[in-house]
């Protein structure tokens, strides 16, 4: 891949390259990829390696997801417009970027960091990218939720968790869908959680690596 080719051109080699590779399905998913400028959220000194499928730091010891990593949780979201979504971990804010594509037009991403400084790096990227209106960045404890907003459409966790935070499944809508990476601090699963008439199912969507979900239930 040349670093001299139009940044749009990088885009679409990358997410052609995804949907070959099967972790783009659906066309809903593939045109949000395609949508949102991924190097717009990283610092400006590694902005030449948006395109690349790895995850980049962003400071204070936190990172940007892969793209696939971001595609594979986007596509088990199951997003429609108008859902009302919560994310923990807003890191630099291209995930929230890429759900906000998913649920627009009348859909809200609620997007939450423990960490001041990148949760205003997060606001400003999604500012300038033409996020600001659909996604709202608070800084705070991601694993006791969003008490205030719930009940929430879909919730998704971008840090491992010793568990799924008892607060999101409160927190869940019945007929939401939520996925948690579990395990621990090094490795996870990514678990994704359904809550059907007040039940809650579980599946495993195999193995992942985030960085530590840190609060009162997470580590």
């Keep these: 891949m040349s670093p001299d080719a139009p940044v749009s ?31 717009q959220f990283l610092p400006e000194g590694i902005r030449q390696d948006a395109y690349v499928d790895s995850p980049l730091p962003i400071g204070e010891g936190q990172t940007i997801s892969a793209p696939h990593m971001v595609a594979i949780m986007v596509e ?56 600001g209106d659909i996604v709202s960045v608070s800084v705070g404890d991601g694993s006791k939720g969003l008490p205030e907003e719930a009940p929430f459409d879909r919730i998704f966790v971008a840090c491992g968790a010793p568990d799924v935070p008892s607060p999101l499944l409160d927190q869940l809508a019945d007929g939401g869908k939520m996925l948690v990476p579990v395990g621990g601090r090094m490795y996870q699963d990514l678990i994704k959680v359904e809550k059907r008439d007040g039940k809650v199912l579980k599946e495993s969507h195999g193995g992942c690596v985030f960085v530590p979900l840190i609060g009162e239930f997470g580590y």
């Design 9 to 39: 051109e990088l885009r679409n080699r990358l997410v052609d390259s995804l949907v070959r590779k099967g972790y783009v399905v659906t066309r809903s998913v593939e045109s949000a990829m395609r949508s949102v400028p991924r190097e």
């Design 76 to 131: 088990k979201l199951d997003l429609v417009p108008g859902n009302k979504v919560f994310e923990i971990g807003a890191g630099s804010g291209y995930h929230a970027a890429v759900v906000a594509e998913m649920v627009r037009p009348d859909g809200h991403v609620f997007t939450m960091e423990r960490i001041a400084s990148l949760a205003r790096f997060a606001e400003q990227n999604l500012t300038a990218a033409g996020y």
